[in-house]
């Protein structure tokens, strides 16, 4: 006999991206669909919000509660008959459940004292802004907001205020704070970044999966001219050609998250399937979704025609590939494919398969009105490092002391993906009392270990599955 939790997905769009809370490895999904239909028709998406209630068992674990603070969960647990007596073992205990879906559980700064012990509860907070029409309506100065929401995705505090407070049956309101760290955890929204004209704290978010604007068409022009010069774009897909909407959204909550929205006329250039970002020294970051695939490139705008930098392109290359990679779980293959500046957008006819383009010193490019060449190293140049930068070569003593400095709190698991064992990271962590150097020590352990293969490229993957920031950490590191 076993606990099972059977769960009923919204179908609305905008709940697509709510999906992912409840997507594990450990459990099986059924999709029901009226044959009676042909593939391609479209469904109406309607506006009315059925509840979706899981079958919760595991009751015994829940204690009806929503929500359980650490503290308060080792006190539980030592009153138990037979506690779980490593934090060690706690750790792997609300692991296992939030791979399970079962809870949500982050071991980040400002979640690791924090259990969600129904995930359904936030889905809930979440639907009950996109559904306050009806409450909303009927006061004037919030109705004001929610369709400035409903229109352009921006979500006030003073809307998300108004409407968990209303409910005084939930509670919304009481864990307000934490229900929006959460939800900008799982990229329903993002809080943007601080832009040169704007005083005063930020305190509103983007709730990407609200945005039904298109792009218009002129942004998506990307070819050269004077005073400005862009990339070769980027795109990226799945092996299955399937890429779905929701994973985009969070993708364009992260880039509003990490880079300043630009702005043409004081109006922000995000719309639904695309942003477009403020780099530094005068660059632009475009991101955009047609098709099943991501497409990125920069643009950089001088009076002397200079090209995009190319420590930006590969910053922004490695941001998107451990996006997809780690914190977006793809287990069916990312490709990564090239189109030059000067193709359509919106024709895929003309991609390059970025792996198979080493080998070729030139290309043709199919696009019209004209066929044309581009040599290969033009085109990869932007987004790949080049042998100077020497990831297959040993990292050396000194470059692995600079990297320490910056690596934070997640080192320990950072050594057990390097392969060191538990009781070599904890002798270590005895030897040394200072952070930095107990990363010194695993690192300097680590090349030991690996003579000949203790390598940059080693590294960056296994910070990059931990979840640590490898390309920061190098830039920085470089910066010493």
Known sequence: ?????????????????????????????????????????????????????????????????????????????????????????????????????????????????????????LIDAFKSLITAKMFCCRKPNIFKKWIQFDQSAILTRELVDAIWKQDESSTFKEYDELLLEY????GFISKPRQQSDEIGEINYY???????TSPPEDLLVCSDCKNRRSTSVLCFTTTSGFLPTAVFNKLLAACIDKWPISKLNKKNLVFCGCGVFDLEDNHKLYVYFFDHIINIWITKYSTTDE????????????????????????????????????????????????ENMSGKQEVVCNTEPVHHVHRTNELIKYWLYSDSDHQLDELTEKELNRMA????????????????????????????????????GILLKWKDQNVGNATLEVLVNAMNVVGIDAVTVIETAKEK
């Not at 939800?183 to 799982?186: A, C, D, T, V």
């Not at 941001?319 to 793809?330: A, D, G, P």
């Not at 320990?412 to 538990?422: A, F, K, P, R, V």
């Open 183 to 186: 939800l900008e955890k799982l």
């Open 206 to 212: 983007f709730a990407p999966c609200v945005l039904k």
């Open 307 to 354: 090209e995009p930098s190319t420590c930006l392109c590969q910053h922004v290359h490695e941001f998107v590939s451990e996006f997809l990679k780690n914190r977006m779980r793809i287990t069916s293959g990312i490709e990564v494919f090239l189109r030059c500046n000067q193709s359509n957008i919106h024709n895929n006819d003309n991609l390059f398969e970025l």
């Open 405 to 440: 400095l910056h690596i934070g709190k997640e080192y320990q698991s950072l050594g057990i993906e390097l392969g060191l064992s538990n009781a070599e990271i904890e002798h270590i962590c005895l030897d040394y009392k200072a952070t930095v150097d107990r990363i010194r």
């Open 1 to 121: 006999m076993a606990d099972v939790s059977i769960w009923d997905f919204a179908g609305q769009y905008v709940f697509y991206a709510t999906h992912q809370v409840f997507l594990s490895r450990r459990a099986v999904y059924l999709l029901v669909t009226d044959i009676s239909k042909h593939v391609e028709d479209t469904v109406k998406d309607d506006d009315c919000f059925l509840d979706s209630k899981g079958v919760q068992t595991l009751e015994n674990i829940r204690w009806n509660l929503q929500v359980i603070y650490k503290d308060r969960l080792h006190d539980l647990n030592s009153t138990l008959p037979v506690p779980i007596e490593r934090e060690e073992e706690l750790e792997l205990f609300l692991r296992f459940h939030h791979e399970s879906g079962n809870i949500l559980y982050y071991s980040d700064d400002k979640l690791s004292d924090t259990i969600v012990l129904d995930p359904q509860w």
